[in-house]
Nanobody, 121 residues
Framework: QVTLVESEGGLVQPGGSLRLSCSAS????????MAWYRQAPGESRELVAE?????VINYADSVKGRFSISRDKSIVYLQMNAVKPEDTAVYYC?????????????????WGQGTQVTVSS
């Protein structure tokens, strides 16, 4: 069983930086993909960035060149630079095994509790 615990988000000024982390406990070695999603008020949850042990890294167009995702064993980080007010959202960590990442049944697709990031002056 894998559980995910996210770091605190917070308030950051436009143009500033913030780093989120998500720590996986339990059978973290079975995680194939780790990702960050976000959900703004009244909006659907959207993928921000993902990374896989197979070397795949994807970013939403809205964060390319500003955000960076990295993983060190059981921890995934999201480095957020040059943040904008539209980056304000609840950010969620996600972990999937290979089956789930491929869209097959079984395996696991887990979510963290979410952390609020607010970009405002």
């Amino acid at each position: 069983q894998v559980t995910l615990v996210e770091s605190e988000g917070g308030l950051v000024q436009p143009g500033g930086s913030l780093r989120l982390s998500c720590s996986a406990s339990g059978s973290w070695f079975s995680i194939y993909a780790m990702a960050w999603y976000r959900q703004a008020p009244g909006e659907s949850r959207e993928l921000v960035a993902e990374t896989t042990t197979g070397g795949v890294i994807n970013y939403a167009d809205s964060v390319k060149g500003r955000f960076s995702i990295s993983r060190d064993k059981s921890i995934v980080y999201l480095q957020m630079n040059a943040v904008k007010p539209e980056d304000t959202a609840v950010y969620y960590c996600n972990a999937r095994d290979f089956n789930q990442w491929m869209g097959d049944p079984g395996g696991f697709n887990l979510w963290g509790q979410g952390t609020q990031v607010t970009v405002s002056s």
